[in-house]
């Protein structure tokens, strides 16, 4: 049977199933485009921003920088670029690009989890017209006859077509939209990862008293109140980044 006798037999409800289909379609192949481009450097990066950070900000932050057309660049790009913030501020900017980039992530995901959930739907009611239609046409005196049986047999099989296109419809695009989650939450454990160790050094530094500068880390003079058990004191002049 070719796709032309299918959409005819399988009555109106093949339409919007194929409306249904092309977005579905649209939309995986954007998916696997962005996901095919950035899955195999994010780890990358993270690893080169966090060895440079242990050795130098200023590196650490040009690196980040120009890494930023990866969605990990710019996640470590938005604390990097603040000029010597407080460890807690420097936390919440980590937090907030995770978030926006993880949005972005997902961007797709409405329109697949819509046709998920409509394609079964307007498959049922193809069928649902058709089994009209098909029981519609039998007269009183035809029942019982063997015209009458192969004509609601065919009928009935002719309306199960839409069905079964709603349900390949919903079935490859929750496939594929169950395969994107999985690659997001993969994302946000290395987001939270290397954010983990990318605050952790910096509240080192900011500990012993050094921050981000123009040049080598520098240290920071403490206040002579200050003793070796107490909690350092906010540098009264921060360089920049």
Known sequence: ????????RGGIAMWPLLLLSILAVGTILERIW??????????????????????????AADIAKRSSPLPMGRFLSSALN???????????????????????MGKGDKILEAVIALSPLLGLLGTVLGLINS??????????????????????????????AGLIIAIISLAFYRLFQGFIFGQAK??????????????????????????????????????????PTTPTEIPTL
């Not at 080169?48 to 130098?56: G, H, L, M, P, S």
């Open 1 to 8: 049977m070719s796709i032309p006798e299918l959409f005819e």
């Open 34 to 59: 962005f996901w095919s481009r950035i899955l195999t450097r994010e780890r990358e990066v993270s690893g080169r921003v966090i060895e440079a950070a242990q050795r130098d900000w200023l590196a």
């Open 82 to 104: 603040l000029q010597s913030p407080d460890p807690e501020v420097f936390r919440l900017a980590l937090e907030t690009a995770a978030n926006e980039e993880l949005a972005t």
């Open 135 to 164: 029981l519609g046409s039998i007269q009183i005196s035809d029942l019982g006859s063997g015209d009458a049986t192969a004509g609601t047999s065919l009928g009935i099989s002719e309306a199960l077509i839409s069905t079964a």
């Open 190 to 231: 290395m987001f939270r990862q290397a954010g983990s160790e990318l605050e952790l050094l910096y509240r080192q530094s900011w500990a012993q008293g050094k921050v981000h500068s123009l040049g080598p880390i520098a240290d920071v003079p403490q206040s002579p109140a200050t003793d070796a058990g107490a909690e």
